[in-house]
């Protein structure tokens, strides 16, 4: 223990609060996840905060702690190890474009998050700090890294996609990659995708906004020209048209969790879960290849 810090135990409601807020955002979702009132998840998240000597302030949307930190690590990976090995619930999330495909699947012991992350840095923080146990990605921006182990549970390739009005449209089966490149590719957040992003700007696709001169008359929005997958299609097909393309890129959904609970029995009964409803929301949908059982990527 670090010289001249000393902080109890604090009970499991409590660092829950903490990380609830930290991970939901808002103390309503913290109440409704918790099964308490509000000012119940305020004065827990407040009494974690005095024991551990932190502070928990609002920065652009996300709740983040100052102070230092290393005890509340410990005992969060006590407390995981708890939640874990007594079947407590386990807490889940994933990148918004997934969320379609995910938000209705049935979890017995797992909380699902806002399902609603732009971006992969955040909840990959809260993977580590072991304020969430699990979260579904997309492959292959998966993160590599030895601290996390990575389940592949399916593979399909990436569609482009725009609005039913988009002058790409008119060409038919005859649109080609030297069509798309005249309008922009809907741009993504910075570094979510820098593998996706890569593969668009070698094709001469990269995510800028640019005008196409041809239609001068439509806002921008409706020049846009968005990647998808089929399982994310199929689950938001309306207000788009995939156009017959298909970009030169593998993608999939991928479950990322720590690496020291990577043969957990709770991470395997998880993945197999999500296998078998990859399986009944993939029916029809001839790109989509569910493995048999998850591959784990290295």
Known sequence: MRQGVFACLVELECLAALDCLQWLRTGSRAAEVLNCSQSRVSRNAGKC?????????????EWCLSGDGFLLGMERRVHQQYRWDTDRPLRLDCQNWLGGTYSPVLL??????????????????????????????????????????????????????VKPNHPLLDLGSSVSFNDVRRYPVAPQPAGVMPVLESTLESMGLPMEDIRD?????????????????????AGHRSGSVALPLTLPVVVGDVLVVRSDLAGHRRTLGLVDVLLHHLRAVSLGLNDVHVFAEASVLR
Not at 126 to 137: E, F, M, P, Q, T
Not at 145 to 158: A, I, K, T, V
Not at 214 to 231: E, F
Request: hydrophobic share 40%; glycine share 6%.
């Open 108 to 161: 017995d012991g797992w909380i699902k998050g806002n399902l609603d992350y732009l971006e992969g840095l955040r909840p990959l923080s809260l993977l580590r700090d072991r304020v969430i146990d699990a979260w579904l990605c997309s492959f292959p921006d998966h993160p590599r890294d030895p601290e996390f182990s990575c389940f592949q549970l399916c593979s399909m390739p990436g569609y482009l996609v």
């Open 213 to 233: 001169a041809a239609a001068p008359s439509l806002p921008l929005a409706d020049l846009q020209v968005g990647i998808t997958s089929p399982l994310a299609f």
């Open 49 to 61: 905060q005095k024991s551990f000597r932190v502070n928990l302030r609002k920065s652009s949307s």
